[in-house]
């Protein structure tokens, strides 16, 4: 994000909000613990596991918001070169989203032995390894190595696109 653009303490709230809904969706949803817990409180459990998980929705439309008020201020494009953007927009994400998927792959690798629990992956293929370093694994199928890495990839395609759509508007503009 661009230092001219001011942060909002109402997005920061809503993006905690939904953030701490998140993880108690996955909390409920995944590993062996909720398989425990769901019987104790079976009306909580199940309103984290169907309604939680739409605070995602909050991620994709303030995401969307940001993305635009970077790439375009007043409407217009405001950056000279797309493999820039993609290139900067792609190692934000992408450092953080490594370290955390080595980090899930080592613990997977390490409970496999002991744990028969569909939350722990199989161990991972190259190709799967390379679709999620990309963070294309969604668009070429390829199974999931952790819950939750298809919102980097859907993030970062979602900029893809809204790039890609400014500099083409730009360059009718330019043209026409």
């Not at 909002?8 to 953030?19: H, N, S, T, V």
């Not at 032995?113 to 370093?133: G, I």
């Not at 199928?141 to 990839?153: C, D, H, I, M």
Request: proline share 5%.
């Amino acid at each position: 994000m661009s230092a001219s653009i001011s942060r909002d303490p109402l997005i920061d709230i809503l993006k905690a909000l939904a953030c701490a809904l998140i993880v108690w969706h996955h909390l409920a949803f995944y590993g062996p613990m909720s398989d425990v817990a769901w019987p104790l409180f079976p009306g909580l459990f199940a309103w984290l596991y169907n309604d939680a998980r739409m605070a995602v929705q909050v991620f994709l439309v303030l995401g969307g918001y940001l993305s635009v008020a970077h790439l375009a201020p007043q409407g217009r494009a405001r950056f000279e070169s797309v493999q820039q953007q993609l290139g900067r927009r792609f190692t934000r994400l992408v450092v953080p989203y490594a370290v955390a998927l080595v980090v899930a792959l080592l613990a997977a690798a390490v409970v496999r032995p002991w744990l028969d629990h569909s939350s722990v992956p199989t161990e991972p293929r190259l190709s799967q390894l390379l679709a999620h370093a990309l963070l294309l694994q969604n668009i070429v199928g390829e199974e999931s190595l952790s819950a939750g890495v298809w919102y980097v990839a859907i993030d970062f395609q979602l900029f893809l696109m809204a790039t890609l759509l400014f500099a083409g508007v730009r360059a009718v503009r330019v043209l026409g």
